[in-house]
């Protein structure tokens, strides 16, 4: 069974701060990762993908990948109310496109 | 770029009527589009991968006779939803991978469809 962890939550972070989000992934073939942003009420959107070991920036946002420890986190730096959302961590494993996605981390960001 | 609308957003239905979605990819092509279904505090489950021009591939546990899938052409794929009943009563939500170099393999989903059938 290939699974991806995520700790629900919900995470609390005052505004301002960094806020640490963490998956971690049971297949050692996965490929490919994505972080999905979910609002209540609203469908996923792709906020960073990585496929390599090692940081990838884009904006307030930071991905991290290990593979040989197969975890996969998220920081968001300088966190601000609208980063409240759920965040969802998605495993690509092959050929077949498929994501399997952890069953999220629900974000509150406190002004 | 990489949009994926769906129409419509909110359909409300009698029990035993079939009900149409439309998933479509506005800037890219997309040679496969996944649907998935969420209920409330869940997380997403795929239903089904949808390749162009070809049969969908079901996941375990989905009716394929009761979710039929069409992907018609490189930016268009429907799922109707036949003799519907309350307990399909869920948020529809479709996704295109994109296959450019930069952006390998990523899903962009549609805005999703919320159904309730009465």
Partial sequence: ?111 | GAVVSQHPSRVICKSGTSVKIECRSLDFQATTMFWYRQFPKQSLMLMATSNEGSKATYEQGVEKDKFLINHASLTLSTLTVTSAHPEDSSFYICSARTSGSKTYNEQFFGPGTRLTVL
């Fill in chain 1, 1 to 111: 069974q290939k699974e991806v962890e995520q700790n629900s939550g919900p995470l609390s972070v005052p505004e301002g701060a960094i806020a640490s989000l963490n998956c971690t992934y049971s297949d050692r073939v996965s490929q490919s990762f994505f972080w999905y942003r979910q609002y209540s009420g609203k469908s996923p959107e792709l906020i960073m993908s990585i496929y390599s070991n090692g940081d990838k920036e884009d904006g307030r946002f930071t991905a991290q990948l290990n593979k040989a420890s197969q975890y996969v986190s998220l920081l968001i730096r300088d966190s601000q109310p609208s980063d409240s959302a759920t965040y969802l961590c998605a495993v690509n494993q092959g050929s077949n496109y498929k994501l399997t996605f952890g069953k999220g981390t629900l974000l509150t960001v406190n002004p």
